[in-house]
């Protein structure tokens, strides 16, 4: 069962397909069989199917282009705690960009942001912001919190 609206898969499909360029990897890390069902921290999901659903529209809109992973945490393997996390980035490459949470509502236009840029390559960073992290002597990691508040 999808999550998007038929209308909102059409609109991502026919945007895919002007823009994406370069193939992409979504990585899910989910613990499913929780469903709704509240639990202890660390032992519940209650939003992996939703997230879930989510990813596999993402990935059904140009299955062409976008390559959709899914990571069972509970199996010990996985290198994320919280879940749901989704990960995008270039196949082979360690993903740089991740969604703790489920990331709808305005979130998904960042997640939708984010596959287009790495699917083209680009940044829009300005000379300025270019010029600053190229003189960073130490990994810089940027954390961007998002709320509709």
Known sequence: MSILTDRLR?????????????PVQLI?????????????????????????????DLAAA?????????????SGSAEVAEVPT???GAPGEEPRIRWQGLPA???FATVV?????????AH??????????????ELVEIMVFATPG
């Not at 942001?113 to 390559?121: L, Q």
């Open 124 to 137: 829009d960073l300005s000379p300025a912001s270019l010029q600053g992290l190229a003189a960073a002597r």
């Open 113 to 121: 942001d984010a596959i287009e840029r790495v699917s083209t390559g």
């Open 105 to 107: 509502g305005f979130e």
């Open 86 to 88: 989704l990960t995008v």
């Open 28 to 56: 899910l890390y989910t613990r499913p069989g929780s469903g709704r069902l509240i639990l202890p921290s660390g032992l519940g999901c209650p939003t992996c199917d939703d997230a879930k659903r989510m990813a596999e």
């Open 62 to 74: 140009a299955p062409e282009r976008i390559q959709l992973e899914v990571v069972d945490v509970s």
């Open 10 to 22: 059409e609109q991502l499909r026919e945007r895919f397909a002007q823009r994406l360029q370069g």
